[in-house]
């Protein structure tokens, strides 16, 4: 039942599709969840893709087509007109998913395929949902729920519930709204079990109920469900009206996507890419950075050529350059790492900036004595400069000390001119670290070698 | 309703504990939810907030109990009998959440508590989730669940679910299993509600239904219920008995706490810190790789060592070396993290290991062209050594294909290894792409000095 892709399995689809071996694919097609049929479809070749796709019935057609990937739905799309797409797929859609689904076409195909949707209330619900910016809860939410008036009898809401059972996935919830259609609460599923029929739903429905307005931040969104626990919550207009409902599983999407954006930042990618993207994509999303960085190094070349004079006379000095810089890029990355966490888990706030830069200061301290004492026994041992080997410790400490406060502090201060933190934890500080660290060991060097 | 704390708002509680403010408290109390109430205690000074948590009703405060920092709930419960946090607080706990909770005191305690349960059905549940490992589906289950057997009918499932709906906080659905408690299918919720009630269960029953082992790893559990979009999964044993379920938001946890590592991973952090952690930890999970970084800068300065004739006849060379280690490590960063989002993500599997480099070589190519033509004209223009020109652009082309490849290729051979490839993403890359740029470019340095 937990299935696996390997290339042998997709050779033998290959085949399969091949032969047009009728028996095999439908076989494999029944016995598979529209999320695998998605992830081979994915793997296949574009012509392989489209044939096994043909293949497949309505329904589960269109919960295919939602679980793949976008380019192979750009694709396979392409290769269906809109009548098609409006009557077989997207008519088996929610309304979420269809409104995703569109807005993906060109722009004169969406039309065609809206004009087709034979249920004209799908129609402008699906319209409605793509006003919504896809970032905000309006763009998250889907417009398939059970409302009821706080006016009727339970036995009223489980007579709505059956009406609306058969096309809404999942049904978690009864909302309870007044005559204006504003949100007023709740009733669990289980509550609908558990209470009388004759009750009025005004005396036993829950009025404890976290909502959220169309126009949220889908991280925002996600803050809020993880927070409290929620496995879906109603979705209100400026109005308070109900307009739709979030499902936790659109939001785990959201983690997901606020994670890797984190991870690309700090790693000094500026757009979101794949692997599977076009090489001028990849080459665009990576080169912002390659280019500060070589700002930074055309920089620290500089420092260094103020103490050209001392690198002819002791050219020792610069055997640990690399070294320095290095260590406070490392010193600086970590820090960084830990406040930017900090401040996605909201753990941070607590006690104020000086207090947490304190407590890195006493970290980089102990870490840059621990380097620095090493690496002095290491260079009493092997080299046979005083003032070198002295320059070097004194040198990284002061840099692995200087990085940890610095790694603390860029963070915070972006977060709180609203820049996201995680620009701080890669190359941005990994160039200035070196910059300054750079300095720092040759102002000490001059100094050592002036006293030796 | 959606509600932030402030300094000012705390400073507010404090002096309403100080002076024994119980109508400001317990409005307080009363209007948010369990998740604010933690949210204010986590942040308030331990004395005020064990007090705050003595105000707190049962109910409230063995939710507000699940919801708290891990070390804030450790004092809180040191402040506790065992008596008391067994029939006050363990009571009204979810099985998973109470093992959790237990599973955090000293051994000592923890028996003491569990012969305090009075509820044996609960004592030996807790008793049994405490066996698994936590990071596995055993130890995210929780055992409260409706099942009933495929003989039965609906009128007997809606029964099972009347009787067990108060004590289980979220229903779903009616798990289906046959007299030896295998699992067989599901029965959603709402085909409770739409089916007859003279149904027999066998009948009406979803048998395409994913569950997952208790053994399974926590993140393979986390990679299903995604995949599937499952918002509630059933776990069984070895047997296929049914043992438990897994509901979406603990799984939310895991998908933060896995992306939480991979960043720390790439950071150069070797164990899940905070920043309120205390020093010595922060310290210690730090320490480790400036160590490595430490070891690759004295291999990085024995490789300019070789070259210390020719540092001190052009001691123009030093400038730029900074320069060359530092774009290694950046372009070596930006491709492996693409690489290691792309196995996390499973986007990467389709293709071979030599497409993959063939593409990366090729970004390398461009944006180490771009790198190189721009730095070239800097120092035509600034610098007066043809040679220094063309060996920084010559090796800065190669460094940056050279770490790119790199950069892409260890984490793969890592990921076949069953090593976790953000491992890659770091440190490590940088230090080595450091001392193999260095060789690099004073190879190309000796050359081109040699030739002009």
């Known amino acids: 039942m937990q299935f696996e892709i390997n290339t042998e399995f997709l050779e033998q689809?290959?085949?399969?599709?091949?032969?047009?071996?009728?028996?095999?694919?439908?076989?494999?097609?029944?016995?598979?969840?529209?999320?695998?049929?998605?992830?081979?479809?994915?793997?296949?070749?574009?012509?392989?893709?489209?044939?096994l796709y043909n293949f497949l019935e309505e329904e589960v057609a269109s919960e295919v087509l939602v679980e793949l990937d976008e380019d192979v739905r750009e694709k396979i799309l392409e290769s269906l007109s809109s009548k098609e797409i409006a009557e077989k797929l997207i008519d088996n859609?929610?309304?979420?998913?269809?409104?995703?689904?569109?807005?993906?076409?060109?722009?004169?195909?969406?039309?065609?395929v809206l004009s087709h949707i034979e249920d004209e209330e799908q129609a402008s619900?699906?319209?409605?949902?793509?006003?919504?910016?896809?970032?905000?809860?309006?763009?998250?939410?889907?417009?398939?729920?059970?409302?009821?008036?706080?006016?009727?009898?339970?036995?009223?809401c489980v007579r709505e519930l059956r009406k609306h059972a058969d096309h809404i996935e999942d049904v978690y919830a009864v909302y309870v709204v007044d005559d204006d259609e504003k949100l007023l609460g709740v009733i669990p599923i289980k509550m609908?079990?558990?209470?009388?029929?004759?009750?009025r739903i005004s005396d036993v429905y829950d009025k404890d109920i976290i909502s959220v307005r169309t126009s949220m931040p889908a991280e925002e969104v996600a803050g809020i469900m993880e927070k409290y626990d929620l496995i879906y919550v109603p979705v209100v207009d400026g109005l308070g009206k109900l307009v739709g409902r979030i499902t936790i599983d659109d939001v785990v999407d959201v983690i997901k996507e606020e994670a890797e954006k984190d991870i690309q930042m700090m790693s000094g990618i500026t757009e979101d890419v794949e692997h599977s993207d076009k090489i001028w994509m990849l080459s665009r999303s990576r080169i912002p950075w390659l280019l500060v960085g070589l700002v930074g190094g055309i920089f620290g070349s500089q420092v260094i050529e103020e103490y050209e004079g001392q690198i002819r006379i002791h050219p020792e000095m610069a055997f640990f350059m690399p070294l320095i810089a290095a260590m406070g890029g490392n010193a600086g990355v970590q820090s960084s790492a830990i406040v930017v966490q900090g401040i996605a888990n909201k753990t941070l706030m607590a006690e104020g900036i000086l207090r947490k830069l304190g407590k890195e200061f006493t970290v980089g301290l102990l870490n840059g004595m621990i380097c620095a004492v090493l690496i002095l026994g290491y260079n009493l041992f092997f080299s046979d400069s005083m003032a070198l080997s002295i320059t070097v410790s004194v040198a990284l400490l002061s840099v692995?000390?200087?990085?940890?406060?610095?790694?603390?502090?860029?963070?915070?201060?972006?977060n709180r001119y609203r820049i996201d933190p995680a620009l701080a934890t890669g190359p941005f500080i990994t160039t200035t670290n070196d910059i300054l660290g750079l300095f720092v060991y040759f102002l000490i060097g001059r100094l050592m070698y002036g006293f030796y």
Do not use: C, W
């Open 13 to 51: 689809v290959h085949d399969a599709i091949q032969r047009n071996d009728i028996r095999f694919l439908s076989e494999l097609t029944h016995d598979l969840f529209p999320a695998d049929i998605a992830e081979i479809l994915n793997r296949l070749e574009l012509d392989d893709a489209k044939k």
């Open 93 to 112: 859609l929610q309304s979420d998913e269809a409104a995703d689904v569109i807005a993906e076409l060109p722009d004169e195909k969406q039309d065609e």
């Open 125 to 156: 619900d699906i319209v409605d949902l793509m006003n919504y910016d896809k970032n905000t809860a309006g763009g998250l939410m889907q417009k398939e729920l059970v409302a009821v008036n706080a006016n009727k009898t339970m036995l009223e």
């Open 192 to 199: 609908v079990l558990t209470t009388s029929l004759r009750s």
């Open 400 to 414: 692995i000390v200087f990085a940890t406060l610095f790694g603390t502090f860029v963070p915070l201060a972006l």
